[in-house]
């Protein structure tokens, strides 16, 4: 009996949020008709004790606005007003009403009338009719189907917890814009892809450990001493793939790298991995360029940019949210193919980064030759510096030199230790100022500054008061790795003049490519590389192949001189993704892992798939990675994946919506035949 | 200078394959001009010293033939012809020639004249004009770009070995269609999702162990006794979305389960999941059945099937393996919805399984009533028994009693074990025929044959000569688990009558929504399950929604009668997937798992961030999770998912192309804090 009424209390529960009216059709939307919509409670202002309005949020659908009155006590209208009243806000409600009107979107520009087509509208319950983008009803009744909670507080522009991620989501407008933006793209890049006979094929997740490049996460199986790993990236069967005959190749994959987490990084990650046959470096990057720009004109045409206070991101243009919105003429936010090339020792020269953005109004440029010994001392130690400067010029046309020599003490006083502490010397600004001798620019000496304004050093000339000159030195050696500090600094110093409204918010796409990678990087203590005994691994993956004839006798002479035939696609300083010619002749794949890497025969083994398939005639090919997560980013106007990422995972690599990773038991360890070493956990 | 030959020799060998012309665009193909095509030598024909003819394959695209022929020696015809008889057959080549013919798809019945539209068509290198699906080339050059070795032997409907993938997916055409078809597939379910406002979300893969129901794998993490697990399906995400405010999701979500595999299993696999708020089963229900038939129109229209030997397969229409095809009338093929619905207890007591085959022409009915003691105790030790049987009749007209009997006593003599050692008896099974005493029916006695002659018996009346009359008894109690003996002895019986002519091969598709399951399953040895006290564990999963309120007030009185509110989705006699609607309400959740279910405190908190969306105003909502592999299989005519997918794992687990899964070694296992047992490994 009381198990009973326990059933019988569950049962009054339920059944107060289970049955609900079926939503209305698209069809069914005229006015004077009645209808049930379903959504959140929004908002609610309540006007007078017979009269009050409310929102009812839909995903993915109109604005509906509800008004409530009534005349006579203990009507419809009275329950209804009440019932509206008493609900708690953000609670999920069935709302039946009359239509009073529908408003049509005026501002797509299309021919058609704004009406309702209602003979061919959808009957499908939950649907509404196109071009429709707020509906107002008359409030008939109004049911809750479940309660939101008092003690969540929603406010504009909240952060919740990140353990309350569904919270973020459904409070946030810029989170969840961009999820619902993340497949569109997606979608339109999988039909360019398939309009150039590409066949998606998924690869397996659970692969196996391969000395690749980067540390593999394991997943242990039941057989004692046997693991799958995650795979890095679908590479090895891709290729595999091209053995096999398939011209056209691409999976949104998701990939996986057990590394400590850089900034912005994620443990599992989703990349738009493509493979071609018969192809060179040369045709996979006309084939990036050609998704890419197909992409750009769907976006162009589809959405617009919408500025929210501090957020600026990318709203379907129909949406109501494209309030704010900034139309640029179609075609201008995005580069168009093709796309700039620069080798890599053009932009680390031109730019100090190889990651360069070219939204940014100044290049470096080499200054040693007109600077005095004494200065050049004054900013290094080193003994032969080159030493490179850049001309930064305010575009507000304000520019007076105390706000300039303001914005140049603020820049260097939160300089990061990287620069500050640069054994090679700080970087140095000065600022153009006719008030003061010399221009500002005394530092340099007579001599020094009068060949900077008679535009000795290119790049400097025409000096005007506001100008910003900066200086840095660096070691007399060959390029490596991601960038100088000079670079680094230029980086800087846009961003700032950008937040302070010195230069203006650039909404614009600049693509570029960067090639000519040197093939092979000396070791390092991050990287695991391929474990060979050579002291130095494969720059990307030891699958690249060299850029020309030239490089493939470097390889057996001087093989750290070796360029590859690969090639990163970079947006507006952010790398997008990189992609190579691949080695299609058996021979050459095995030589460069045993001679040049010299990899152990148990580790070439763990390529012997790849190997064999290479040897059953396989086609030259190449192919190309996009990280798709970033592209997102970049194209939603955001900084971070984690805000194009449903449950993205922390710094640490915990996912802390769901608490994720768990402490795992002795028992399920068991069943591994694993177990912790004696003393830990 | 000993390095110095090496280069030189590897600069030799890798330019001979590395550079090779562009191919020709869409736009080049031409009579009487030149283009080049790049593709795998397929099959020569060498007429005479001076004439040869050989086939060009390119995947996805047109077939191209070239004919080799010269006058004078010396000449670059001469070279040529040298050159293809040569190169060794599958080699991949680029080919230089002059367009003799192209020929048109004058099958596709379109009105417009077969021709090139020169100007409109792609200049893309690599494209080909629409409509030509087959090309003609005068050869003028021609260039291996890789050799194919002498000892792969390849010969029609090859069998290589699981090691060699690559070699069996470019040589076994219904094998290699089939990865074409999947991904089409996929974009067209995908299509129909976007236009009914679904949103494409990812969740992640590296999830947290939680007591959902299946057997996760785990992923150590660098951290020393924390890991994560795979998810068995993205569920509780998804519910996660729904708190979110997203009113519908889907994804095609790779799933991991560690199982000990039964047929036709992979540890991982790939589903359509998808849910929706503000719904029930019922508009899930609905809403899989329009995505169906989107899916199924387009396959009617751009697809046929394709026999080809042993082998049945659906190819694209446009293409060339289309010669055998069996055009079936346009909308024949499909059942089209509203699909019929049948509870669990429905199916089982008419096919005796829980996944019925609705193209086999023959139901179940119960016979006890009608069969004379005598026979019922031969048939069976059982004390009560239900007994039910079928009739079969072939459809041949031939059916002579000689080939009946033949076929009855090969079905008998091939008895799986478990039908043939059933405690409850083996089925029996009689050949109608006049010719015989009783016509065949002797062991029923006079009685029992004159009153299934007689029709008292539903399924049995106007029995004709050749009729296979089968009967079964089981234990009178009810249903439990999948199939009964007699609904797997149904499915035997009409497989072999297919496989040897005696019913029809049947291309149809039947679908069928079973519906009704009961909410929870006593606990087993072989499923984990919630890991409760309370001796039984939620059938699907603990988030499943009882059906009425009847079944919430069973919740708390008799649990194991409580039916839920899940619906399977059947297609001749494949589970294609399952789905339910959710307890969205976060009391009734945490009820269930806590009283219903009997969870720990420690088992309920692993669910913590579920219990939190829901309570933070979650609407209603239900899903679907569709097997995509399994789908794609069905709907192509193969019994296995291995059959379309590129790189699957064996019964072991174990992919045998790349060989995972792969020894792990000691310093693996310490990067996570892990070990192995002393003594093993």
Chains 1, 2 share one sequence.
């Not at 339920?14 to 059709?25: D, L």
């Not at 200086?471 to 961003?495: H, M």
């Not at 005639?617 to 994946?641: E, K, M, N």
Request: hydrophobic share 35%.
């Amino acid at each position: 009996p009381d198990q009973k009424a326990v059933g019988q209390q569950l049962r009054e529960e339920w059944s107060r949020y289970n049955s609900f009216p079926k939503p209305s059709g698209a069809r069914d939307f005229k006015e004077g008709q009645t209808v049930t919509v379903h959504g959140f409670l929004a908002r609610k202002r309540i006007k007078s004790s017979k009269l009050a309005f409310a929102d009812i949020q839909i995903d993915n659908g109109p604005a509906v606005q509800i008004t409530s009155s009534f005349q006579e006590p203990d009507s419809p209208g009275h329950a209804a007003n009440q019932a509206l009243r008493s609900i708690a806000l953000y609670s999920p409600v069935s709302v039946t009403g009359t239509v009073a009107r529908l408003h049509f979107d005026t501002q797509t520009g299309q021919a058609q009338s704004p009406c309702v087509d209602h003979e061919n509208a959808s009957s499908r319950p939950g649907s509404f009719p196109e071009h429709v983008f707020r509906i107002d009803l008359d409030l008939q009744s109004i049911q809750p189907l479940n309660v939101f909670p008092k003690d969540i507080i929603v406010s504009k522009g909240v952060q919740f917890p990140p353990s309350a991620r569904h919270l973020q989501v459904r409070f946030s407008d810029p989170l969840r814009t961009r999820l619902l933006v993340r497949p569109q793209i997606a979608f339109r890049l999988r039909q360019s892809l398939n309009d150039l006979a590409f066949t998606e094929v998924e690869t397996p997740v659970l692969f196996k450990s391969t000395p690749e490049g980067a540390r593999e996460f394991l997943v242990p199986t039941r057989r004692p001493g046997l693991a799958y790993a995650l795979p890095q990236s679908p590479q090895q069967y891709k290729q595999m793939l091209m053995a096999s005959g398939i011209r056209g190749y691409y999976q949104f994959a998701r990939c996986f790298r057990d590394e400590d987490l850089r900034a912005d990084r994620q443990p599992e990650f989703t990349q738009l991995d493509l493979e071609m046959s018969f192809a060179t470096g040369e045709d996979v990057m006309r084939t990036v360029e050609s998704i890419i720009s197909d992409l750009a004109v769907f976006l162009d045409s589809d959405f617009c940019v919408v500025d929210e206070g501090e957020e600026t991101y990318l709203a379907p243009r129909k949406s109501l949210k494209a309030k704010n919105r900034e139309d640029s003429a179609p075609g201008s936010r995005y580069m168009m193919p093709p796309f700039p090339r620069m080798s890599y020792e053009e932009v680390m020269t031109r730019f100090g980064i190889d990651k360069p953005d070219l939204r940014i109004p100044f290049e470096l440029h080499r200054v040693d030759h007109i600077l005095p010994r004494s200065f050049v001392s004054m900013i290094t130690h080193l003994e032969n510096p080159i030493v490179e400067g850049f001309r930064f010029r305010p575009s507000s046309g304000e520019g007076s030199e105390v706000s300039m020599s303001g914005f140049v003490d603020e820049l260097m006083r939160t300089l990061p230790p990287a620069l500050a502490q640069n054994p090679d010397g700080a970087p140095v600004a000065l600022v153009v100022d006719s008030s003061k001798p010399l221009r500002g620019l005394s530092p340099l000496g007579f001599e020094g500054a009068g060949a900077l304004e008679s535009g000795e050093a290119p790049g400097f000339g025409d000096l005007e008061d506001g100008d910003v000159v900066v200086f840095q030195a660096r070691q007399d050696k060959s390029f490596q790795g991601g960038s100088t500090a000079l670079g680094t600094f230029r980086n800087l110093v846009y961003q700032a003049a950008v937040s302070k409204g010195l230069l203006p918010k650039d909404r614009s796409f600049k693509f570029l490519w960067v090639t000519n990678f040197p093939m092979f990087t000396p070791d390092n203590e991050t990287d695991p590389g391929q474990g060979g005994q050579a002291g130095f691994s494969a720059t990307h993956h030891p699958f690249t192949a060299p850029l020309t004839d030239e490089d493939v006798e470097l390889l057996a002479t001087d093989p750290l001189k070796a360029r590859a035939d690969h090639y990163d696609l970079v947006v507006n300083g952010v790398e997008l993704g990189g992609g190579s010619r691949r080695i299609h002749v058996a021979r050459m794949q095995e030589y460069v892992m045993r001679e040049i890497l010299k990899m152990t025969d148990a580790g070439v083994a763990q390529f012997s798939h790849l190997l064999e398939a290479l040897r059953a005639g396989c086609p030259p090919h190449a192919g190309f990675a996009l990280g798709f997560d970033r592209l997102v980013a970049v194209l939603t106007y955001t900084d971070s994946v984690r805000d194009v990422i449903a449950f993205p995972k922390s710094m640490k690599g915990e996912d802390l919506t769901v608490k994720s990773p768990g402490r795992v038991t002795k028992e399920q360890l068991e069943t591994y035949h694993l177990t912790t070493f004696p003393g830990k956990n």
